[in-house]
C-alpha cells in the first residue's frame, strides 16, 4: 500500500460484548477511490479473460443458475479463489461490520457513501485471501465474512464464469455457448442497477452566540441525495432520497437489484438514530 494510502489509515476502539476490540478502518476519498477501482480494473483485464456470458445475467446462487455444469457436483473452493480476485467491490452491509475488524469506508464530503472489504492495491485481491489462485486458498476471516460473500454459492452460474476467466476450468465451446444462451431466464426488469450519493447542497445558518458575549455561531448543513439508474440506464438518473448524513447513513450498494418501490420501502422502514 502506497504512503498516501497508508496516511488514509487510522483506528477506532469499539466496545463489543464488554470487550474493546481494535478495529481497523481505511478511508478513501470516493474520488481516489473509483481512480483505484479503475486502475485495478485495467489491470484485471489485460490479466483475465472476458465473460463468455453476460455477468449481469449469471446468478449468484445455486438455485437461480440455468446452466447444466450448477446442476452438477459444486468445485472445490479451496482450490479456487476466483471470487475473491474477480470482483473488486464487496459490500459491507450495515450489520456487517460488528463482525469484522478490518474494512474500507468510502467518502464524500467526509460523509460514508459505501463500505467495502479492502483490496491489494497492486493485484486487487481482497486483503482476506490466503495462498495462490487456482491452487490453495483460504479465506482468513471466514466465519465472520460479510454477508456479500455468504450469499454467494459454489458452482453458480457466476462463480463458474468466474473460473473461466481465471483459467481454472476450460472456456465453452460454441455449442455450449448457444445453448446457455437459451436456457438464460428472461432477465428481471425495472431494477436499480447503478447507485450514486453525493452532496446536494450545502447550507450556513448563523445565530446569536450562547454565551452572551454578542458574536455569532455559523452552522454548516449539508444534503445528500442518492441518485439512481434502472436498467442500466445510466444517462436518466433518478433522484431516489435525499437525507442529513448526521442523522442518516446510506451505502450505494444497497440499493442494486431493488425495484424503485422496493428502494422507497427501505427507506421508509430503516430506523435511525443521531450519530
Not at 93 to 112: N, S
Not at 141 to 153: A, D, G, M, Q, S
Not at 238 to 253: A, F, G, N, V
Request: hydrophobic letters at 35%.
Amino acid at each position: 500500500m502506497s504512503a498516501r494510502l497508508m496516511r488514509l489509515a487510522y483506528f477506532f476502539l469499539v466496545r463489543r460484548k464488554a470487550v474493546t476490540e481494535m478495529v481497523q478502518i481505511t478511508r478513501f476519498p470516493s474520488s481516489e477511490y473509483y481512480e483505484l477501482m479503475r486502475k485495478l480494473d485495467d489491470r484485471g483485464k489485460a490479466k483475465f479473460l472476458e465473460p463468455q456470458m453476460p455477468m449481469e445475467h449469471a446468478a449468484a446462487s445455486v438455485a437461480m443458475s440455468v446452466s447444466a455444469r450448477s446442476k452438477q457436483q459444486p468445485p472445490d473452493c479451496k482450490t479456487c479463489g476466483a471470487c475473491c480476485v474477480l470482483p473488486l467491490v464487496v459490500a459491507v452491509d450495515h450489520g456487517d461490520e460488528k463482525r469484522l475488524e478490518e474494512y474500507w469506508d468510502i467518502t464524500t464530503d467526509d460523509f460514508v457513501i459505501e463500505r467495502v472489504l479492502g483490496r491489494n492495491t497492486e493485484t486487487g485481491h481482497c486483503l482476506h485471501l490466503d495462498g495462490t489462485l487456482g491452487q490453495q486458498v483460504c479465506c482468513t476471516i471466514y466465519p465472520n465474512r460479510p454477508n456479500t460473500c455468504r450469499v454467494f454459492e459454489a458452482g453458480s452460474d457466476r462463480c463458474l464464469e468466474y473460473r473461466r476467466m481465471c483459467g481454472i476450468d476450460r472456456q465453452l465451446t460454441e455449442e455450449e455457448l448457444q445453448r446457455e444462451h437459451a436456457s438464460k431466464r428472461l432477465v428481471r426488469n425495472g431494477i436499480i442497477t447503478g447507485s450514486d450519493i453525493g452532496v446536494a447542497s450545502v447550507s450556513t445558518s448563523i445565530r446569536p452566540a450562547d454565551d452572551g458575549s454578542g458574536g455569532f455561531v455559523a452552522t454548516r448543513k449539508t444534503e445528500m441525495r442518492i441518485s439512481v439508474a434502472v436498467d442500466r440506464n445510466s444517462e436518466d438518473q433518478i433522484d431516489l432520497h435525499r437525507y442529513d448524513p448526521t442523522l442518516e447513513e446510506w451505502h450505494q450498494s444497497e440499493f442494486y437489484g431493488l425495484t424503485l418501490d422496493e428502494a422507497q420501502s427501505v427507506i421508509r422502514e430503516r430506523k435511525f438514530t443521531e450519530v
